[in-house]
């Protein structure tokens, strides 16, 4: 098996995370696995773009997708058909336990372009240059690989994978030590505390 792993787009990553997956790597190497460093020429493209513009592609297919979905309901008790009427449903309903648990995703999904607008398009354009062409594609071709390998949340790796609607596996890598220091998501939800499981995809 050819693996690629995308170095130039591995940043910002958990000093454990990372730790454990070059020991998973070099446990795939001694089965017989072939590394190769590839390198995804528009890492520094996507390094420059802006956060809002990444995101709009997004924003716009969720709303879209969203409204879609609550007009297929058969039965729609709380008259549900749009992003804003989830939003409101969410902070008036005390069921939702609004705002312990918040809405922020959403209401900068809501901010975002329409689905059927040209700055939608050209976005969705760029981004599909970006995570194929010039991203996981290319090194794939040019590298003859058969999986890119990369730690969990790496970006852009995990954004380009999802964009393309790639197969993507969540592979264990082990667990936080015990004298991990926790930290919260928000409230009582934590992503990083002692014995949370690590992953990377492939």
Same mark, same amino acid.
């Given at each position: 098996?050819?693996?690629?792993?995308?170095?130039?787009?591995?940043?910002?990553?958990?000093?454990?995370?990372?730790?454990?997956?070059?020991?998973?790597?070099?446990?795939?190497?001694?089965?017989?696995?072939?590394?190769?460093?590839?390198?995804?020429?528009?890492?520094?493209?996507?390094?420059?773009?802006?956060?809002?513009?990444?995101?709009?592609?997004?924003?716009?297919?969720?709303?879209?997708?969203?409204?879609?979905?609550? /007009?297929?309901?058969?039965?729609?008790?709380?008259?549900? &058909?749009? %992003?804003?009427? #989830?939003?409101?449903? @969410?902070? !008036? =309903?005390?069921?939702?336990?609004?705002?312990?648990?918040?809405?922020?995703?959403?209401?900068?999904?809501?901010?975002?372009?329409?689905?059927?607008?040209?700055?939608?398009?050209?976005?969705?354009?760029?981004?599909?240059?970006?995570?194929? /062409?010039?991203?996981?594609?290319?090194?794939?071709?040019? &590298?003859? %690989?058969?999986? #890119?390998?990369?730690? @969990?949340? !790496? =970006?852009?790796?995990?954004?380009?994978?999802?964009?393309?609607?790639?197969?993507?596996?969540?592979?264990?890598?082990?667990?936080?030590?015990?004298?991990?220091?926790?930290?919260?998501?928000?409230?009582?939800?934590?992503?990083?505390?002692?014995?949370?499981?690590?992953?990377?995809?492939?």
């Amino acid at each position: 098996m050819r693996i690629g792993v995308p170095r130039n787009a591995i940043k910002d990553v958990d000093k454990v995370i990372l730790e454990h997956f070059e020991r998973a790597l070099k446990l795939l190497e001694s089965a017989g696995a072939i590394l190769t460093d590839v390198k995804f020429s528009s890492a520094e493209e996507w390094s420059k773009w802006d956060a809002a513009s990444k995101r709009a592609c997004l924003q716009a297919e969720f709303k879209h997708s969203i409204e879609g979905w609550l /007009e297929s309901l058969v039965e729609n008790p709380n008259e549900l &058909h749009s %992003l804003s009427d #989830i939003i409101n449903f @969410t902070k !008036t =309903d005390s069921r939702e336990s609004y705002p312990q648990r918040d809405i922020q995703r959403w209401e900068w999904i809501k901010d975002g372009p329409e689905y059927n607008s040209l700055e939608y398009k050209e976005f969705l354009e760029k981004m599909y240059r970006l995570s194929g /062409e010039q991203g996981i594609i290319g090194a794939m071709d040019e &590298h003859q %690989l058969d999986v #890119i390998a990369y730690p @969990t949340n !790496t =970006d852009p790796a995990t954004t380009f994978t999802a964009r393309l609607g790639l197969p993507a596996i969540t592979v264990p890598l082990g667990f936080y030590p015990k004298d991990t220091t926790p930290i919260s998501h928000r409230g009582d939800i934590y992503n990083v505390a002692p014995n949370v499981p690590l992953v990377f995809y492939r």
